[in-house]
Structures are given as C-alpha cells and as structure tokens.
C-alpha cells in the first residue's frame, strides 16, 4: 500500500502570499489530521477532515483553511502568509474505524515565508 | 484537558547504552498512547501503541507500558544504536482522531 503523500515537499514565500498544500492519504483511509510543526511550539494540530466534513479543529486563526475531497485527498490552504507561518505542515491519514485508530503520517511540506 | 509531557532533550548516549525516555499525561477519560519516531528530514513514523491500561507496547527493541495509575507511558531501549538517533514523541488520543503530543526528545547515539 501506499503511504501517505504531499505535495509540494518544499515552497518558499513571501509575505501577504497565499499557499495551498496537498495531501493523499492511504488508501481506504477517510480521516485526514493537519498538523503544524515548528521547533518552538512542537506539533500542534490544525484541523481533521472526515468524509469531507471538518470534525475538529485546533487553536489556528481563520487564515488556515482547508477541505477534503470525495476521494479523501485533502488541500490546506494558508491566506496573508505571516513570517511566523513558517513550518513544517505535516499530514497524516488513518481509517477512523475505531477509537484506537493510529495516524499515519506523511513527509511534510517544508513551508519558508520571507 | 488532554496533554502529554515528555522530558526535555536532547539526549546523547553511546551505542548501548539503556534509554528510557520519560512520558507522562494528563487525560478526561481513557486514551490510547503511541510512541512515534521522527527522522531527519522525514514524517512521523509509528513506533508502538498501547490501547488500554498495563498493555506493552513492543517494537524494534522499543518497549512502553501503559501505567494507568502513574498516567505514564515510558519509552525503553536495552541497547540503543546509531540508527536509533531519531526524535521521539509520545501522544495520546481519547478518539475523536485528535491527537496530542509531547514536544519531542532529541536523541543522538554516538558509535
């Protein structure tokens, strides 16, 4: 099977852009979780996706968006890049068939704003 | 609400070495813990799991229980390799598909 992909693995910006990043989860898998990651705050979560509804969402201002697709492909999207958006925005899939379910994650895309 | 703690890194041991990387949480209700791996310049990468109270978690030489009554979940080598130099993060989830995490521990093995 194949594993959680995303595209693009690195971007650069400036500020005040717009960026959207994808993710294709693992086949089967309906749930996508969005997390930031970044060497001060550690992971935080952004949002999850589940058959294309958003079902939790973390601490992040309006500026982040995103939405899950029919075929459980899932985009981010980030308005008004600020300098502190800089990250690693990781996305990891998982079946959600249980409470005991594990995520499965992709590589990252490596966010630079300038 | 929910969190995880880790201990703070970074750490550095010879080939080896034991490793015991400290992890301790604080749930409403009944969550499963995980133990994932991060290498450099790669995703999270499952490392073990533990669903319920006292279940051992086991996977390449890595172990951790599930210590319900001191809310722990410690993660163990008996002998750490140089492959081993990783990023550790522990991390619960009460379902709902959010997870928590802890802030990473940095570890380095030196030959």
């Known amino acids: 099977k194949a594993g959680v992909t995303q595209t693009p693995r690195y971007l650069i910006k400036t500020r005040g852009q717009q960026v959207t990043l994808s993710c294709s989860p693992i086949?089967?898998?309906?749930?996508v979780s969005w997390y930031q990651q970044t060497p001060g705050q550690g992971l935080q979560f952004l949002f999850e996706y589940f058959s294309e509804t958003q079902r939790n969402k973390g601490n992040f201002p309006g500026r982040f968006s995103g939405r899950q697709f029919s075929n459980s492909r899932s985009e981010m999207n980030v308005s008004t890049l600020e300098l502190g958006d800089s990250a690693l925005y990781l996305c990891?899939?998982?079946?959600?068939?249980?409470?005991?379910?594990?995520?499965?994650f992709g590589p990252g895309t490596r966010l630079t704003v300038l | 609400g929910n969190s995880v703690t880790q201990m703070e890194g970074p750490v550095t041991l010879s080939e080896e070495a034991f490793l015991t990387i400290n992890c301790t949480y604080t749930?409403?209700?009944?969550?499963?813990l995980f133990w994932y791996v991060q290498y450099p310049g790669e995703g999270l990468q499952l490392l073990l799991k533990?669903?319920?109270?006292?279940d051992k978690g086991s996977n390449k030489g890595f172990e951790a229980t599930y210590r319900k009554e001191t809310t722990s979940f410690h993660l163990e080598k008996g002998s750490v390799q140089v492959s081993d130099s990783a990023v550790y993060f522990c991390?619960?989830?009460?379902?709902?598909?959010?997870?928590?995490f802890g802030t990473g521990t940095s570890l380095t093995v030196i030959p």
């Open positions: 086949s089967g898998h309906r749930s």
């Open positions: 991390a619960l989830s009460e379902g709902g598909n959010q997870f928590y």
């Open positions: 533990a669903t319920k109270a006292d």
């Open positions: 749930a409403t209700g009944y969550p499963s």
């Open positions: 990891a899939s998982s079946s959600r068939a249980s409470t005991t379910d594990t995520q499965y």
